[in-house]
């Protein structure tokens, strides 16, 4: 089983117009996992059935007891996320900044605190419209630990790949560097970078590069929106070369890609003349990966 | 610090990466600087871009630390509880040592300030670098991640006590958000007044917003819209904005300059007047912007 996840450091380069459409093209060979958690939107496109729904907790959340509660403000002295605030005579936890860590429970002198476990998302395991299996979740709102849902995304799809044997994972990553990037790049073999030929989009390029060769990943790298500034283009096949890295392609900037997003498509299914070209990305990838 | 209501702090956040909010919060930035002293602090630490357009004169440079737990073996007897006070199990004993796993640490200081034999003491540990510039009426602020480093928010916060302290009373403030709707653009926006939304007209621009509003809301911000490229797509998000009484600030059309001046890392504002409507609008409503203080 090979697993290719899609980053790209700056957000909207196209990760997601690009995975669909290579989900498109390879039907039942590919489980896809929807690891932008934070901001989902492959459902947009493939119209999940959601056949199956479970509810995400992770982490803790501090609740004060205030019948119990003395106010010796021990608990707002230790807490260092700023997360106890005095609401006119009464202590109480903000959701948003408590972090879980359980001090100001360990060091109340009244047990006025108890830490419950979190609600923090949903997640959903699909049959998509063009017979993928889709698994894929969303984080509650201003809800952290979007990494661990990340992972658990990751595993369930590693799972159904394994029992139902099929050959490819493709894992639609989040923006970024941080945590849950890392996350979507543990256990990974395979990197498809989506960067365009811009300033930021080569900073952020540079700076995902390190990370991803951090976890000892092989990459490739697709240039979208090619044409919209050519000697930025070609900035970035020289970079690529010095990188070492493999250049799969450059995807010119063509409206198709949203125009079918407005109408639920990918961009494979719109006759665009771009769907030959990403046959062959998609063809490329899988003879990459047989070596 | 108490903040006088004269002082506009507006944070600039999307949603769904790639939307626009460099591109506005650079130019609004070079745009309302012309009249007013303005500060622009780039809080999208994973990827800042913002840098990238506006130059400047460095002012100062600060590393910035987490700190972690650090283990004294000679102190230590062996008691676990550190390890038992740790939820995220970031620290552990492992036969005759006690072992920890920096990413997994969110220096909450339990295992140091509970250890019974101080044996346990907090380290610095780098996490990034907090770089101050000035042009002209512009300061700017530009946070940087080490690459590697699993959270953002530790560092977006000592950014924000940055400013806090030390450019608190500048009337124009803007704060470039990492995109998203969880914990890393809530961190951003937490000092913010108001909240400006850069979407674009498309199903996965929709959707995004519609969770970043939830957001907003949720924190009990106001807020309004900006739209980009918002001669493509469809209408359903001026509809939703109209639906749910969002005030759309402006829009922002499609346009080749736009790209063009962006991919090179120009600024537009100075150089073509396509986005002057546009932020002349925006500034303009900052400026008249009445805050509850």
Request: hydrophobic letters at 40%; a negative charge.
């Amino acid at each position: 089983m090979n697993e290719i996840v899609i980053l790209s450091g700056k957000g909207g380069t196209g990760k997601t117009s690009i995975a669909a459409a290579l989900a498109s093209l390879a039907g039942n060979e590919v489980v896809i996992a929807d690891c932008d958690v934070d901001a989902s939107n492959m459902h947009l496109l493939l119209q999940p059935d959601f056949h199956f729904s479970e509810d995400f907790y992770s982490g803790h959340l501090a609740r004060i007891h205030p019948e119990k509660c003395m106010k010796c403000g021990l608990c707002i002295m230790k807490c260092r996320f700023e997360a106890i605030i005095l609401t006119g005579d009464d202590y109480m936890i903000d959701p948003v900044s408590c972090e879980g860590c359980g001090y100001c429970q360990m060091i109340c002198p009244l047990q006025a605190i108890s830490m419950e476990e979190r609600l923090s998302g949903k997640f959903y395991i699909s049959r998509t419209r063009i017979n993928n299996v889709l698994v894929h979740a969303s984080l509650d709102i201003a809800a952290g630990n979007s990494g661990k849902l990340v992972a658990k995304v990751k595993s369930e799809a590693r799972k159904i790949a394994v029992s139902e044997h099929i050959p490819f994972i493709i894992v639609d990553g989040p923006p970024g560097i941080g945590c849950p990037v890392i996350s979507s790049l543990a256990g990974a073999t395979f990197v498809l970078i989506i960067t365009e030929p811009t300033v930021s989009g080569i900073h952020d390029l540079e700076r995902l590069i390190p990370l991803i060769r951090h976890f000892r990943a092989r990459m490739a790298c697709i240039i979208n929106k090619s044409d919209i500034n050519i000697s930025k283009t070609k900035e970035i096949h020289d970079y690529l070369k010095q990188q070492n890295i493999l250049h799969i392609a450059d995807i010119p900037y063509d409206s198709l890609f949203m125009e079918s997003m407005v109408k639920g498509l990918t961009i494979t299914e719109t006759g665009s003349p771009l769907s030959g070209q990403l046959v062959n990305i998609w063809t490329t990838i899988k003879e990459f990966l047989k070596n | 610090m108490a903040v006088s209501a004269d002082i506009k702090r507006i944070a600039i956040a999307s949603g769904k990466g790639g939307t626009g909010k460099t591109l506005l919060s650079t130019n609004l930035a070079a745009c309302i600087s012309r009249s007013y002293p303005t500060l622009l602090v780039d809080l999208d630490v994973e990827e800042p871009d913002d840098f990238l357009f506006i130059g400047g004169v460095l002012q100062k440079s600060l590393v910035q630390y987490k700190f972690i737990p650090d283990w004294n073996e000679t102190q230590c007897t062996f008691c676990d509880s550190c390890s038992d006070h740790c939820r995220f199990h970031a620290i552990l004993r492992l036969g005759e040592s006690i072992v920890v796993f920096n990413e997994l640490c969110h220096s909450c200081f339990a295992c140091s300030e509970l250890c019974p034999s101080g044996a346990i003491r907090m380290k610095p540990q780098k996490i990034g670098e907090t770089k101050e510039f000035v042009t002209g009426n512009l300061r700017f602020i530009h946070s940087c991640l080490e690459i590697g480093e699993e959270q953002a928010v530790p560092l977006i916060h000592k950014t924000l006590q940055l400013v806090r302290n030390q450019t608190g009373n500048l009337p124009v403030q803007l704060y470039d958000c990492p995109p998203g709707a969880s914990c890393p653009m809530v961190a951003a926006t937490k000092d913010a007044d108001f909240v400006i939304l850069v979407a674009e007209p498309t199903p996965f621009g929709i959707h995004d917003f519609m969770l970043a509003a939830s957001t907003v809301r949720m924190l009990g911000k106001p807020f309004a819209a900006v739209i980009n490229r918002s001669d493509m797509g469809d209408d359903s998000l001026e509809d939703y904005c109209n639906t749910g009484n969002i005030p759309v600030l402006a829009k922002i059309p499609f346009s080749n300059k736009i790209s063009k001046l962006y991919s090179e890392g120009s600024l537009v504002f100075g150089n073509c007047d396509v986005m002057n409507p546009a932020l002349e609008k925006i500034a303009d409503y900052i400026i008249q912007l009445k805050l509850n203080p």
